[in-house]
């Protein structure tokens, strides 16, 4: 009986022992494998001859792939949510392209602007920083331009701050002025807070450069609407002098006059 027990119970341990090493072995495998997935889909657009050798005559029609232009610039923008780029990216989106030029909203134009001259640290610019280098011969590169004089992200939260530091201008409570530390970036729509104060105060110091941006798309109502019609409820803009359109402020704020036919409010109002 003894040499039975000892026969079986060895070949429960050889039995343990070669399924230890099965799953041992599926374990690296499957280990491998995942790392090596992994590996393919971060790499997978430098290992694109192009990206890597943008210099190359056979590469002038080469196209960066949409999917990778994506997920460019969904990987920017959760870094840098108060990016101008982002901003653009938010309002194509939310845009019919039928009403707009829609030149400046194809995405790898959108990631110029995010990577040309504002955030090419990131990355997320890997990519765009390899394939439009000084010697790159992509026409992509060359034909979806960033949006001409789109101020970068950190001239817009400057000329912000230098407006509404310890201000209570109509517009500064679009940012978190007072509660942003030093040196950092406001996290809030930068440029949708900058147009708009030009908006209402166009002769400020910093509009002429919200003024040139505008000459490049100057349909994109968001950013650039200089409208000081009778048609809506919006405030109109605020002119250095009284009286520039009808619809003017008339002494306090909510005296705006609203249509073309209208009587001067009365003492008793």
């Known amino acids: 009986e003894m040499c039975i027990r000892d026969r079986y119970q060895r070949r429960v341990r050889v039995i343990h022992c070669i399924f230890n090493s099965v799953m041992q072995l599926n374990l690296l495998s499957l280990s491998f494998f995942s790392l090596l997935f992994f590996a393919s889909t971060l790499s997978q657009t430098f290992n694109d001859t192009c990206v890597r050798h943008p210099d190359r005559t056979e590469c002038a029609d080469y196209i960066l792939p949409e999917n990778i232009v994506q997920e460019n610039l969904k990987s920017i923008c959760a870094q840098y949510p ?22 400046y909203c194809n995405s790898f134009s959108i990631y110029a602007d995010l990577c040309a001259n504002d955030f090419p640290a990131s990355k997320g610019c890997l990519n765009f920083n390899s394939l439009c280098s000084v010697e790159s011969t992509v026409l992509e590169c060359y034909d979806r331009e960033p949006i001409p004089n789109l101020p970068t992200t950190k001239q817009l939260n400057s000329w912000f701050l ?38 209402l105060m166009p002769g400020m110091r910093h509009c002429n450069s919200w003024k040139s941006f505008c000459q490049s798309v100057p349909d994109w109502s968001d950013y650039c609407s200089t409208d000081n019609g009778e048609n809506d409820d919006s405030d ?34």
């Not at 108060?82 to 030149?103: E, Q």
């Not at 517009?171 to 908006?199: E, H, Q, Y």
């Open 162 to 199: 230098s407006w509404c530091k310890g201000s209570e201008m109509m517009g500064c409570d679009k940012c978190p002025v007072d509660s942003t530390p030093p040196g950092t970036l406001m996290n809030c729509d930068l440029l949708g807070a900058f147009s708009r104060m030009c908006i």
């Open 82 to 103: 108060m990016a101008a780029g982002c901003s653009v990216w938010k309002f194509c989106k939310t845009h019919s392209l039928r009403k707009i030029d829609p030149t």
């Open 236 to 269: 109109p803009a605020m002119q250095m002098f009284f009286h520039w359109s009808i619809k003017d402020y008339v002494l306090f704020r909510s005296w705006v006059p609203r249509c073309l036919l209208y009587t001067s409010p009365s003492p008793r109002d």
